[in-house]
């Protein structure tokens, strides 16, 4: 047996391994939605709500922020209970009058700016959300990033589950693809959403009572924001890395799917590369920083997440590396693998069972469980989702430059789009937009 059948064995097995995981989740999870979507994800309702404040950090959000806040006005929660700051972080564009225009047009709502300089602020989301905070009065905060538009109800479902149970530090809801129909890059963007940021959450959820915050969407009690000393400014990922200490100390984090919020998603490649890179550089901020508790009892179970990403950065991305590399060198005729019918055999099946297992994903979901939707799938996977290599590799390279040079770690903000009825999702066009 060559070393080229030995690497082939390798990825076949570790692709299989992960494959099989990412199918147990999926089985999890979708279990887990069809009950929650059974009560709608309703509890009782309370007598009296907790005081709630929104933190919405916002850099240059000109081009969506009037939306975005509208639709934190429009929630169905008693508008007497909650308030809305928005961190204008050293903005250069229209976002102080803007919030200015919302201020006027609504003033028995409370909506408040802060604003920052380039001394002050300027340096990321943790930043704003530290300085946004430092102000706020809520026993309950909840994040929105400045490109949502979440559901009337979405607030007032993630409040209500948050209170029935003390242990529970958080509760997060699901985000969906506003701008779904702009480019072909958003649609996978789409699906992959669905796969990864909803059905694997919920099954990890399902199983382990384990899953991570995202960066928007979600309330956390004050006391734990208290207890955990606000957001980490070196953190590219804030969101993941709250998470790993809410769990160390003991409290759980729960997944709410009937709380959705619109977002809209990088439409050119250029744009989502550099926030998958971001992305992926936080994430294994976060690996290289809780690497320590892996084989820790006391830390619960967050080690399980550590191990996840250990295998999603390490054996994952090595295999598909192999394969790339012995998939290529057999076109060129310089690599020949001797179990190669055998390989194909496998590739083949691992290749149907993605397929099906995102389709699965999608027919919980209203207008994506369609033959466009299945052919996408199968574009993705040999175009998408090698992209994906790329952008760890990127991201490697970047946080190993960093740790050698003592570079200060920077934040780069996401593109935003001007949107029009084309490109919206038709499920939302609905949601307030400026007049």
Not at 226 to 231: L, P
Request: with cysteine; glycine share 6%; proline share 3%.
């Amino acid at each position: 047996m060559s070393a080229a059948d030995v690497i082939s064995i390798y990825a076949i097995a570790a692709i299989w391994a992960m494959m099989a995981l990412n199918v147990v989740l999926s089985v999890g999870g979708y279990r887990y939605i069809l009950k929650t979507n059974a009560s709608g994800g309703e509890i009782r309702s309370r007598r009296r709500y907790p005081f709630v404040s929104i933190l919405v950090p916002a850099h240059n959000e000109a081009l969506v922020l009037w939306r975005t806040l509208t639709a934190l006005i429009g929630f169905d929660y008693p508008a007497d209970r909650y308030e809305i700051i928005v961190a204008n972080d050293n903005s250069s564009d229209q976002t102080v009058e803007i919030i200015g225009e919302l201020q006027k047009k609504y003033p028995e709502h409370r909506l408040f700016c802060v604003s920052t300089d380039s001394v002050v602020g300027g340096t990321g989301k943790s930043n704003a959300l530290n300085i946004a905070y430092s102000i706020s009065k809520g026993s309950v905060i909840a994040i929105y990033d400045a490109d949502n538009t979440p559901e009337r109800k979405a607030l007032r479902l993630l409040v209500e589950n948050l209170m029935t149970d003390p242990k529970a530090a958080a509760v997060i809801g699901k985000f969906r693809t506003r701008n779904r129909n702009a480019t072909l890059l958003t649609r996978f963007v789409n699906i992959e959403t669905l796969m990864h940021q909803c059905m694997n959450q919920a099954g990890r959820y399902a199983f382990f009572r384990l899953c991570t915050i995202p960066g928007t969407n979600y309330v956390i009690r004050r006391s734990i924001v208290e207890k955990v000393g606000g957001w980490d400014v070196k953190a590219l990922s804030e969101d993941t890395e709250i998470s790993f200490r809410i769990y160390r100390m003991g409290y759980y984090i729960k997944m709410l799917p009937q709380a959705v919020t619109w977002e809209q998603e990088p439409q050119f490649l250029k744009q989502w590369f550099k926030q998958r890179v971001r992305w992926a550089r936080g994430n294994l901020y976060v690996m290289v920083k809780n690497f320590k508790y892996t084989f820790d009892p006391k830390a619960g179970p967050m080690r399980l997440d550590i191990v996840y990403y250990v295998l999603t950065y390490g054996i994952m991305l090595s295999s598909l590396v192999a394969s790339d590399i012995i998939f290529l060198g057999g076109i060129l005729g310089v690599i020949h693998v001797k179990l190669a019918g055998f390989s194909s055999l496998l590739w083949m099946m691992a290749i149907l069972v993605f397929i099906a297992n995102v389709m699965l994903t999608l027919s919980l979901e209203k207008n994506e469980f369609t033959l466009q939707s299945f052919g996408l799938v199968v574009l993705m996977l040999f175009t998408y989702a090698k992209l994906w290599v790329l952008v760890v590799v990127k991201a490697i390279w970047d946080s190993a430059g960093d740790a050698i040079f003592h570079r200060e770690v920077k934040w780069d903000k996401t593109v935003r789009y001007a949107e029009n009825a084309a490109d919206e999702n038709p499920d939302i066009s609905s949601i307030g937009g400026r007049t």
